[in-house]
């Protein structure tokens, strides 16, 4: 069983016109690790997020998971998008039991109902997404990945979407499915502080092209308090780094 | 309180429609009030002509649709999921689909003669460019992340379609079934003028030889009635079909 859950070696992405999304990715991601992909918009961590699932290709490099090069997306590496992506077409119950049944599981129906118990939405089986809040449908979503056992979450500023007190819920219920499960999850965010909450690992990106400026380690103890000295000074750290970056992409766009 | 108002409308439309008749002394051949419109209408229905008609109407519409549509539905699938189908079938589509099927009724008599054969072949073909052209646009407009969302989770291709694109499509394709319907039944109108002797088009047709002009409205009259309970129809199973659909959350 190799250590490293993902490997993204010397990945290169450009786009028809000749721009460069990503240029030079490197990064190694543990077993079980929790590590957050931070950077302005337009910085490429969501086109890093897509390659790793399998959806595109990298122009040159590549991204092993779990020891074997991605080609196309599988179910291992399931992921969360920030517009939820449900099936409005399906009830809660069938958007959670989506990949069960593909599996042929037996038990799609029962297993589903559990995850829902599990994730608060007892009850809400029979209903259709649009009848669901914005953080309900994020649950049911992470449910539906969650149903597929995979050991790698992939999230796409997944509460990007929810406003402040739904988000900060959302991200203690993440933390405590991982806590419990273990799977190693890759997170974009532009969000610092929501990168200090949840991450081991914060990965830094730089704008256009899209490269790793910097892995901060985040040594502070879980859970994590936002309201502690220590919290407040690893924030500024960060902060001042991405500002600076933010400072080149407006340049950059000026220019 | 709406629904009364309009009915109000009605009823004074009725009422001024009677007025001008009595007192221009319009000739009923032209124009007959509609107390004598409803005379006739009734007289039509209680012979059992009106119920004969509307049956022979009806059931043209249904054989035409389902022919139609039918054909339709599997092509429109077919050229929406695969690329390469579309831009095989794509021109020869946007060719045929401006030809108002009235304009095939030369060809239709020459084809089948007369009878029921030329009129399905006109209300099918009426039916048909609606339902093939939502669906088209139906499939390739649905959203590709539910696409993505779907391959993640390991579908197959026939998952994928079966679960993903057709149920997607869905609102598109009833949209379509409704336009289609509606096209269907306007059709067969058309079609009962030339090519049988029964149904609603024939008959006020018919009406006309012998100056019948309050047959006439009975039977125009008669004909909206049933265009819009299709249409009613057609709407109610849509919503009923789309109960999850996000257009219908204030229905």
């Known amino acids: ?255 | 309180m709406r629904l009364v108002r309009s009915i109000a409308v009605v009823f004074a439309t009725l009422l001024a429609w009677e007025i001008v008749c009595r007192a221009a002394r319009v000739s009923p051949a032209i124009l007959p009030p509609p107390s004598q419109v409803a005379r006739k209408w009734w007289e039509y229905l209680v012979t059992g002509e009106l119920p004969r008609d509307a049956v022979a109407t009806l059931l043209r519409v249904v054989v035409g649709f389902l022919i139609g549509a039918g054909l339709a539905l599997p092509l429109g699938l077919w050229m929406g999921a695969r690329e390469r189908i579309y831009e095989l079938f794509n021109p020869i589509v946007q060719l045929l689909r401006p030809i108002p099927p009235i304009a095939y009724i030369p060809l239709a008599i020459l084809w089948f003669g007369l009878g029921n054969p030329p009129a399905f072949f006109l209300i099918s073909l009426g039916a048909f460019f609606p339902v093939l052209m939502n669906t088209i646009a139906g499939v390739r407009t649905v959203d590709a992340i539910y696409v993505r969302a779907a391959e993640n989770l390991g579908a197959p291709a026939g998952t994928l379609f079966w679960r993903v694109l057709f149920p997607g499509a869905m609102p598109s394709i009833l949209a379509g079934l409704r336009v289609g319907i509606g096209v269907a039944f306007i059709v067969v109108i058309v079609a009962e003028m030339i090519a049988v002797n029964s149904g609603l088009g024939y008959r006020i047709l018919e009406a006309r030889e012998y100056f019948w002009s309050d047959k006439i409205l009975a039977g125009m009259i008669s004909i909206g009635v049933i265009g819009l309970a299709i249409d009613t129809a057609m709407a109610r199973l849509n919503g009923r079909l789309l109960r999850w659909h996000r257009g219908l959350e204030h229905g």
């Open chain 1, 1 to 255: 069983m190799a250590e490293l859950a993902l490997e993204v070696r010397r990945v290169r992405k450009e786009f028809k016109g000749g721009i460069v999304a990503l240029d030079g990715i490197d990064l190694e991601v543990r077993r079980g690790e929790l590590i957050c992909l931070l950077g302005p918009s337009g910085c490429g961590k969501s086109t890093l997020l897509n390659a790793i699932a399998g959806f595109t290709q990298p122009t040159s490099g590549e991204i092993l998971a779990f020891g074997k090069r991605v080609v196309r997306p599988e179910p291992e590496r399931a992921m969360v998008f920030q517009e939820y992506a449900l099936f409005p077409w399906m009830t809660v119950r069938d958007n959670v039991a989506f990949g069960l049944r593909i599996r042929r599981d037996r038990e799609a129906r029962a297993k589903a109902d559990a995850l829902l118990d599990k994730l608060a939405l007892r009850g809400f089986g029979d209903r259709f997404p649009k009848d669901l809040s914005g953080g309900m449908r994020q649950r049911v979503a992470l449910a539906r990945c969650l149903a597929l056992d995979a050991p790698m979450l992939l999230m796409d500023e997944p509460f990007g979407a929810l406003d402040a007190l739904t988000r900060r819920s959302m991200q203690d219920e993440l933390l405590r499915i991982w806590t419990e499960l273990k799977q190693t999850i890759a997170f974009v965010t532009h969000g610092i502080e929501e990168s200090l909450l949840l991450a081991d690992r914060v990965v830094v990106m730089t704008y256009r092209p899209g490269t790793v400026k910097k892995i901060i380690p985040v040594a502070l103890p879980r859970p994590r308090d936002e309201t502690t000295p220590e919290f407040s000074a690893a924030l500024r750290a960060i902060t001042q780094m991405v500002r600076e970056e933010q400072r080149r992409h407006e340049q950059a766009e000026q220019t």
